[in-house]
C-alpha cells in the first residue's frame, strides 16, 4: 500500500430512489444533502457534500464508486491504474462538478462497476443528524465500506491490489451450507480495516453490491438504529452480533433494493505493521443471526 486513500461516495442507480429514504433518513439516520446537476438524491454521514448518490435508473444496483486521493498523489493514482493494464481517462469540468470534486479519473472494475478516482471532495459544513447523535467515523478512513459480489474474482482482486494500490487486510473461508463455500477477501487503503471486500460467489447474482457499512462513533448509537430498523419493517438479514475478522459490532438491514447496509461501531484499525493477513472460518465470534420477517 503506497498511496492513502479513502472511500469517497457510492453511486446506486434505482427505480425508485425514494424507496430509500425511510432506510437512509430515518433508520441510518443520515442527513440528506444537495441533489445532483441531474437531479439525483444524495446522503451525508459526514461534512462532505454527498456518500451516496441515487439515480433513478433499471440497474438496481452501484453503477460507480469513488476513491479521494491527495492532491499531490492524483496523477501517480492515475498512473498505477494504467501501469496495472487498466483503461483509465480524466473526466472534464462538468462531470467533476457533478461529482462536487476537484478532479476525476474514470476506470472500469471487473465487477462491472465503475471506479472513479478524485481530489477535492467539496465539504459543506457540521453534520447534524438526530437520529446519530454520536456521527460516524469518517475521518481520514472514508465513509465506511463496501462489498462487491464477482465471478471475475481473480482479476478484481488484481485490480484491487495494483491498480488501487490497496493492500489484503485477511480473508475468510468457510462453508455456508452442504457443499457451498463462501471466499472474502478485506482490502485496506488507510487504518480502515477494510474500505472494500470481494466475495466469489459459486454463480453470478443479479446484484453486485452486497452492502454498504457507516461505523458509528458510539456504540449506543448501533443499538438505536437497530430498533429502528426493527420498527420500521424493513428485514433484519443480519441481528447484532461481532464479527471475528475486524471486531465490528453490528447489524444488518435489508434495504428495498435488496442491498444491505451494515450498521456498526469498534472496528480493529489497521496498523503500520499489520502482521495478521490470515484466514478466519466464521464470519463473527457471536451474533449476526437472520431475524424472522
Same mark, same amino acid.
Given at each position: 500500500?503506497?498511496?492513502?486513500?479513502?472511500?469517497?461516495?457510492?453511486?446506486?442507480?434505482?427505480?425508485?430512489? +425514494?424507496?430509500?429514504? $425511510?432506510?437512509?433518513?430515518? #433508520?441510518? *439516520? =443520515?442527513?440528506?444533502?444537495? @441533489?445532483?446537476? /441531474? %437531479?439525483?438524491?444524495?446522503?451525508?454521514?459526514?461534512?462532505?457534500?454527498?456518500?451516496?448518490?441515487?439515480?433513478?435508473?433499471?440497474?438496481?444496483?452501484?453503477?460507480?464508486?469513488?476513491?479521494?486521493?491527495?492532491?499531490?498523489?492524483?496523477?501517480?493514482?492515475?498512473?498505477?491504474?494504467?501501469?496495472?493494464?487498466?483503461?483509465?481517462?480524466?473526466?472534464?469540468?462538468?462531470?467533476?462538478?457533478?461529482?462536487?470534486?476537484?478532479?476525476?479519473?474514470?476506470?472500469? +472494475?471487473?465487477?462491472? $462497476?465503475?471506479?472513479?478516482? #478524485?481530489? *477535492? =471532495?467539496?465539504?459543506?459544513? @457540521?453534520?447534524? /443528524? %438526530?437520529s446519530m447523535p454520536g456521527g460516524f467515523l469518517?475521518?481520514?478512513?472514508?465513509?465506511?465500506?463496501?462489498?462487491?459480489?464477482?465471478?471475475?474474482?481473480?482479476?478484481?482482486?488484481?485490480?484491487?491490489?495494483?491498480?488501487?494500490?490497496?493492500?489484503?487486510?485477511?480473508?475468510?473461508?468457510?462453508?455456508?451450507?452442504?457443499?457451498?463455500?463462501?471466499?472474502?477477501?478485506?482490502?485496506?487503503?488507510?487504518?480502515?480495516?477494510?474500505?472494500?471486500?470481494?466475495?466469489?460467489?459459486?454463480?453470478?447474482?443479479?446484484?453486485?453490491?452486497?452492502?454498504?457499512?457507516?461505523?458509528?462513533?458510539?456504540?449506543?448509537?448501533?443499538?438505536?438504529?437497530?430498533?429502528?430498523?426493527?420498527?420500521?419493517?424493513?428485514?433484519?438479514?443480519?441481528?447484532?452480533?461481532?464479527?471475528?475478522?475486524?471486531?465490528?459490532?453490528?447489524?444488518?438491514?435489508?434495504?428495498?433494493?435488496?442491498?444491505?447496509?451494515?450498521?456498526?461501531?469498534?472496528?480493529r484499525l489497521i496498523t503500520a505493521n499489520w502482521?495478521?493477513?490470515?484466514?478466519?472460518?466464521?464470519?463473527?465470534?457471536?451474533?449476526?443471526?437472520?431475524?424472522?420477517?
Open positions: 500500500m503506497d498511496t492513502r486513500i479513502e472511500l469517497a461516495y457510492i453511486g446506486l442507480e434505482i427505480p425508485d430512489p +425514494s424507496s430509500l429514504d $425511510v432506510l437512509f433518513g430515518e #433508520v441510518v *439516520g =443520515l442527513v440528506a444533502g444537495t @441533489p445532483t446537476p /441531474s %437531479g439525483a438524491s444524495t446522503w451525508r454521514d459526514d461534512d462532505k457534500a454527498q456518500r451516496i448518490i441515487i439515480e433513478e435508473g433499471e440497474a438496481n444496483d452501484a453503477r460507480y464508486l469513488g476513491f479521494e486521493v491527495d492532491a499531490g498523489d492524483f496523477d501517480a493514482a492515475v498512473e498505477r491504474v494504467r501501469a496495472a493494464g487498466f483503461a483509465i481517462s480524466e473526466g472534464g469540468a462538468d462531470e467533476a462538478a457533478a461529482r462536487r470534486v476537484q478532479r476525476l479519473a474514470r476506470t472500469t +472494475s471487473p465487477w462491472g $462497476v465503475e471506479v472513479e478516482l #478524485v481530489t *477535492g =471532495l467539496e465539504q459543506v459544513g @457540521p453534520f447534524d /443528524s %438526530g469518517t475521518e481520514g478512513v472514508g465513509f465506511g465500506h463496501t462489498v462487491f459480489a464477482t465471478t471475475n474474482f481473480d482479476e478484481a482482486d488484481r485490480f484491487v491490489t495494483e491498480a488501487l494500490g490497496m493492500g489484503q487486510s485477511d480473508w475468510l473461508d468457510m462453508e455456508i451450507m452442504e457443499g457451498v463455500e463462501l471466499h472474502v477477501r478485506f482490502y485496506h487503503c488507510n487504518a480502515r480495516h477494510h474500505s472494500i471486500a470481494l466475495a466469489r460467489p459459486p454463480f453470478d447474482l443479479p446484484q453486485v453490491l452486497h452492502h454498504i457499512m457507516v461505523e458509528t462513533r458510539e456504540v449506543d448509537d448501533v443499538g438505536a438504529a437497530f430498533d429502528r430498523a426493527r420498527s420500521s419493517g424493513l428485514a433484519i438479514a443480519n441481528s447484532l452480533g461481532r464479527h471475528d475478522n475486524d471486531a465490528m459490532f453490528s447489524f444488518y438491514v435489508v434495504s428495498p433494493a435488496g442491498f444491505q447496509v451494515e450498521v456498526g461501531h469498534g472496528a502482521d495478521d493477513n490470515r484466514a478466519y472460518d466464521r464470519m463473527s465470534r457471536w451474533g449476526h443471526e437472520p431475524l424472522p420477517s
